[in-house]
């Protein structure tokens, strides 16, 4: 059986940030994690199915796994599959979302089932705004998207882990779709269900979706308690002071400097400072990074190439070549210690988060004494000058000041540097 790991979205809802699958998080990207995954649950002939925008650094991530180019991005998933049948059109196959982050076992349960497909079931116990799966005795007969809460058809939701073992039969399925809809996979699997014997395997272990920004301090959190025991790369350095206490992986050439805390699960990256008197908790720090004197990390994600001086940085994700000036607070918790709400595609969406800080995208520039509300985001390439309070959501290459109280916003025409320019500087810590 072929495993098709699906990463063709446009991580449209991930804004801020770009590439969700290539965002690095616990030394790993969340595509490597996939894959690892998928190993761990028996899947051996894993193929990548991409679009023009991530395909290459995919390849390069894994230049041993064949790769598939979904040809119509706009066709959604059927597109993906449609794409997959044409090179991949005569062995059974499992479709896996490449942003549904789910236990080893669950794959193994799927490659054992039996019938002419498999659905992936999990039990949820409260309302969750996803597609249920309508199921009698233990065969899949339909699925009824977004019920509203009392009209669920069971306590089974639909999770992008679906086995088909008739390939022709799904060709044919996809190919009489009402195709001005965007639900061309969904309408082929009703006509499936009606003649074709879809089993439910039930699950009921860990699940995290990757839609939103914020799910990455979510996946974070899985992936440090999977961290079961603490390890130090030998090229890096402790100083004698340092404190490094719980499950912690330093990586190699990394450098915990005097009197700095690490306090585990966490995770810091290769080459990384965390200097003197600084604190890291319940976090991921990625390569290269500079958490600096007196600042706080914590429950955060931090891409590469991140430089912090004297802040407080509290369940946030930040992009890669970001750098936070001295006196910089992200505001983490609502005065009310209410759900954090956050914008996306002008929507209201609450995070399910009480505590939830910023998201600041790639090669941004924040200055000095600088404060953000919680729930915000700050787009890439922008600079936020001192003393400035984001209470909004400020776009891609934006220069933002602070005049008479207001917010001032206009084009940003300064390039931020690049890591390379800042190692002259990191040659001096």
């Given at each position: 059986m072929n495993t098709f790991l699906l990463?063709?979205?446009?991580?449209?809802?991930?804004?801020?940030?770009?590439?969700?699958?290539?965002?690095?998080?616990?030394?790993?990207?969340l595509l490597e994690h996939q894959v690892d995954r998928l190993r761990a649950g028996g899947c051996e002939n894993i193929i990548l199915v991409g679009g023009a925008h991530n395909l290459?650094?995919?390849?390069?991530?894994?230049?041993?796994?064949?790769?598939?180019?979904?040809?119509?991005?706009?066709?959604?998933m059927r597109g993906a599959v449609l794409s997959?049948?044409?090179?991949?059109?005569?062995?059974?196959?499992?479709?896996?979302?490449?942003?549904?982050?789910?236990?080893?076992?669950?794959?193994?349960?799927?490659?054992?089932?039996?019938?002419?497909?498999?659905?992936?079931?999990?039990?949820?116990t409260?309302?969750?705004?996803?597609?249920?799966?309508?199921?009698?005795?233990?065969?899949?007969?339909g699925i009824v998207e977004k019920p509203g809460e009392g009209n669920e058809p069971s306590d089974a939701i639909n999770i992008v882990a679906h086995v088909h073992r008739d390939p022709a039969a799904l060709?044919?399925?996809?190919?009489?779709?009402?195709?001005?809809?965007?639900d061309g996979y969904e309408q082929a699997l009703a006509k499936l269900f009606t003649t074709k014997e879809y089993k439910a395997v039930s699950y009921d272990g860990m699940w995290q979706a990757v839609k939103y920004p914020w799910h990455l301090i979510d996946l974070c959190e899985v992936l440090l308690e999977e961290i079961t025991e603490g390890r130090t790369d030998p090229t890096a350095e402790i100083h004698p002071t340092a404190e490094i206490v719980g499950n912690v992986i330093i990586d190699a050439g990394a450098r915990i400097m005097h009197n700095a805390v690490v306090r585990g699960p966490a995770y810091i990256g290769k080459n990384t400072i965390v200097a003197n008197n600084a604190l890291v908790r319940n976090s991921s720090v990625g390569d290269d990074s500079v958490v600096g004197y007196n600042t706080e990390v914590k429950a955060s994600v931090l891409h590469s190439n991140v430089w912090t001086h004297m802040n407080y940085v509290g369940e946030s994700v930040i992009g890669s070549n970001v750098s936070i000036g001295g006196g910089t607070i992200t505001g983490n918790l609502r005065l009310d210690e209410g759900e954090v709400i956050s914008i996306v595609k002008n929507e209201k969406i609450g995070t399910g988060r009480t505590k939830f800080g910023t998201v600041i995208g790639n090669n941004a520039r924040i200055g000095i004494h600088v404060s953000t509300n919680p729930g915000v985001k700050i787009g890439a390439g922008t600079f936020v000058s001192s003393k400035t309070l984001i209470s909004e959501d400020i776009e891609d290459e934006k220069f933002v000041t602070t005049k008479n109280g207001e917010l001032h916003i206009r084009?940003?025409?300064?390039?931020?540097?690049?890591?390379?320019?800042?190692?002259?500087?990191?040659?001096?810590?």
């Open positions: 990463l063709a979205g446009r991580s449209t809802r991930f804004w801020p940030l770009t590439e969700k699958t290539l965002f690095p998080i616990c030394g790993k990207t290459d650094e995919a390849r390069q991530a894994f230049p041993d796994l064949p790769t598939v180019e979904q040809e119509n991005l706009e066709l959604g997959i049948l044409k090179e991949y059109g005569s062995d059974p196959l499992m479709i896996v979302g490449g942003n549904d982050v789910i236990e080893p076992r669950a794959y193994k349960e799927l490659i054992a089932s039996e019938g002419d497909g498999a659905i992936l079931a999990y039990k949820v409260q309302y969750f705004p996803g597609g249920y799966l309508s199921i009698d005795g233990d065969r899949v007969t060709s044919e399925a996809l190919g009489d779709v009402d195709e001005s809809t965007d084009e940003n025409r300064t390039k931020s540097s690049t890591p390379a320019d800042r190692e002259v500087f990191r040659k001096k810590l």
